[in-house]
């Protein structure tokens, strides 16, 4: 069984903060990552993803990985309260030791708290 | 609206009925997964399809559980004989093979609003 691993939190930061969450994963052989944010209520919906080792930009949002270390993380600058919502790590692998499909892996979550 | 849309958005059944779920995905959309999300978790991968082919199922799943994309576009999920442990909110998403460039697992995924599922 593939998994991938988060802290559940809540991670709690001051507005204009930097909010950092992580992500481990177990299978090496995983090839793309990505970031969802899900509001309470609501479906996830894609933040960024990521492919290579090293560091993407996008607005407010970075997305770090290392393959190495099997690890993928998410910096949000300049946290405001809208961010507040759960950040679910997603990691795509293949299905089966034999082969088969991509196939996503989704952590269980971390909760993030901008407060005012 | 062109999104992912998902039918009915709340099903209360009583344990050992069968319930049926419809998706309906991005028009243009050659992928559609579904998936079992309960509180606190994130989405857990149940099946998946390219077009009309069902290429994955997760081996977790019960022989309860069916999924049919006959045309290619809408899928159903079926339960049959539901258990209470079969209460949680099933999410539907599709996604343009290749949309993201051509390495494989490319899928930005777009999610619909659920079905809650709740069983008595």
């Known amino acids: 069984q593939k998994e991938v691993e988060q802290n559940s939190g809540p991670l709690s930061v001051p507005e204009g903060a930097i909010a950092s969450l992580n992500c481990t994963y177990s299978d090496r052989g995983s090839q793309s990552f990505f970031w969802y944010r899900q509001y309470s209520g609501k479906s996830p919906e894609l933040i960024m993803f990521i492919y290579s080792n090293g560091d993407k930009e996008d607005g407010r949002f970075t997305a770090q990985l290392n393959k190495a270390s099997q690890y993928v993380s998410l910096l949000i600058r300049d946290s405001q309260p809208s961010d507040s919502a759960t950040y679910l790590c997603a990691v795509f692998h293949v299905a089966h030791a034999s082969g088969g499909s991509y196939i996503p892996t989704f952590g269980r979550g971390t909760s993030l708290i901008v407060h005012p | 609206d062109t999104g992912v849309s998902q039918d009915p958005r709340h099903k209360i059944t009583k344990r050992g009925q069968n319930v049926t779920f419809r998706c309906d995905p991005i028009?243009?959309?050659?992928?559609l997964y579904w998936y079992r999300q309960t509180l606190g978790q994130g989405p857990e991968f149940l099946t998946y399809f390219q077009n009309e082919a069902q290429l994955e199922k997760s081996r977790l799943l019960s022989d309860r559980f069916s999924a049919e994309r006959p045309k290619g576009s809408f899928s159903t999920l079926e339960i049959q004989r539901t258990e209470q442990g079969d209460s949680a909110m099933y999410l539907c998403a599709s996604s343009l093979k290749g949309a993201l460039g051509s390495l494989a697992g490319d899928d930005e995924q777009f999610f619909g609003p659920g079905t809650r599922l709740t069983v008595l």
């Open positions: 028009s243009e959309h050659n992928r």
